[in-house]
Each structure stands twice: as C-alpha cells, then as structure tokens.
C-alpha cells in the first residue's frame, strides 16, 4: 500500500488527482500506476484500469486470477466493473469516495449478486494518509488551505 501512495504523490506532483495502484502476484509486482487523465487525456486513464491493462499485457491473459490490487481511493464503477471483468481476487483500498465510490460508499459493484466472481475486499488501509493527500490535492487547487 506504500508504493500505491507514493504512486498517487507522483500523480500529484504532475498535476493529476493524486490516486495510485499497484498490483501484486504471488508477492511481486506485476504493475504499478497512478492517474494520468489529464496526461493522455483520456477519462479511461484511472490507476487502476492501467495497473490491469498492464498486468494483462505482461502476463498474455485478462484473467488475473490470484492477484491483489491496491489502491489509494475506493474505485469508482468502471475500475470496479473491470476489476470484476479481470477476476482479481483481491482490492485493498485506502480511502472512501462519498461521491462515486463503487466498493462501499455509494454502489456496490464487487459484492453485486448478479456477479459470477467475487473479490475479497480490505478498506481503509492507509487511508488516513490517502485521504489527506486527495484533500491537499483539491484545497490547492482551489486555493484554500485544507
């Protein structure tokens, strides 16, 4: 989780909300990746779509079975339906999104019952720290002090 928030500082340091992911096999990573929507610019560009398109590069296959993603910010419903799609086996998050969070706050798109996979889910790991880099990130951006 510590290399997911050192991903998202460098999401921030180039301009982009600050989210990172990072995506581990057997305890390796297979891919790491911040935002870069506004860098491309595509809204497609979320960290964690490009950790698993990564992951799905490198390995030939987009069955990413035993594979445990992190990520800085509760995803959002397309990361969610992708990670679903990809068959991870697990999302550890940080922070909650109160606005499009797609894992516990607003919908629930990994426990869906319609699904044919399930994901484990761990939430609020390193959020404090997660949680505080996104409200910095907006604050400055505003020009309000957080």
Same mark, same amino acid.
């Given at each position: 989780?510590?290399?997911?928030l050192?991903? #998202?500082?460098? #999401?921030a340091a180039i301009g982009e909300v600050p989210v990172g992911a990072v995506l581990i096999r057997d305890g390796s990573i297979l891919a790491e990746a911040h935002?870069?929507?506004e860098t491309i610019p595509n809204a497609t560009a979320h960290a964690e779509m490009? &950790?698993?398109?990564?992951a799905a590069r490198l390995t030939q296959s987009w069955r990413l079975e035993g594979v445990t993603l992190y990520v800085t910010l509760e995803p959002c419903p397309m990361?969610?339906?992708?990670?679903v799609l990809a068959r991870i086996s697990r999302l550890v998050y940080g922070a909650p999104d109160p606005k499009k969070g797609a894992? @516990?706050? &607003?919908? @629930?798109?990994?426990?869906?019952p319609a699904n044919n996979h399930r994901v484990d889910i761990s939430s609020g790991i390193l959020g404090e720290?997660?949680?505080?880099l996104l409200r910095e990130f907006? #604050?400055?951006?505003r020009g309000k002090p957080s």
């Open positions: 989780m510590e290399r997911a050192a991903q #998202a500082r460098h #999401a935002n870069l929507i490009l &950790v698993l398109n990564e990361c969610a339906g992708a990670m894992v @516990d706050s &607003v919908y @629930d798109v990994l426990r869906h720290p997660s949680g505080r907006f #604050a400055a951006r």
